[in-house]
């Protein structure tokens, strides 16, 4: 399982982890693709009905940036979990470890999600 980091900034508190992943994100499907990896972001946070857990494939290049693209032909998204709750430190928590107990199954619709596009490796 990946570390999850747990933090309070200016919007409350924000629990994250990540998996990595193989497949070819839309950044690496590009002419010359930057050397990185490919993961799976899983976050939770605050949002406008409470919170919510969403999964992310992001491309990390080995300088440390992040991309990820959306709309039609871009790299997979979804919300896992959403809940009506105060953004406390411990609802975060309890909200990102049930997405958690989702990881394989996340996983496995992500890699769907590219072999569909002819992006797995």
Not at 57 to 84: I, M, P, Q, W
């Amino acid at each position: 399982m990946s570390l999850i980091t747990i933090t309070k900034g200016r919007n409350g508190w924000t629990a994250s982890s990540e998996f990595d992943i193989d497949v070819l994100t839309h950044a690496q499907r590009g002419s010359k693709p930057a050397p990185g990896r490919s993961v799976l972001s899983l976050d939770t946070y605050k949002c406008r009905e409470g919170l919510k857990c969403v999964a992310t494939v992001l491309f990390r290049t080995d300088d440390g940036l992040s991309t990820h693209a959306l709309g039609a032909g871009g790299d997979y998204y979804r919300t896992v979990l959403d809940k009506k709750a105060r953004c406390t430190e411990t609802a975060v928590r309890d909200l990102h470890y049930e997405a958690l107990r989702a990881t394989n199954a996340i996983l496995a619709e992500a890699r769907a999600f590219y072999e569909l596009k002819g992006g797995a490796s």
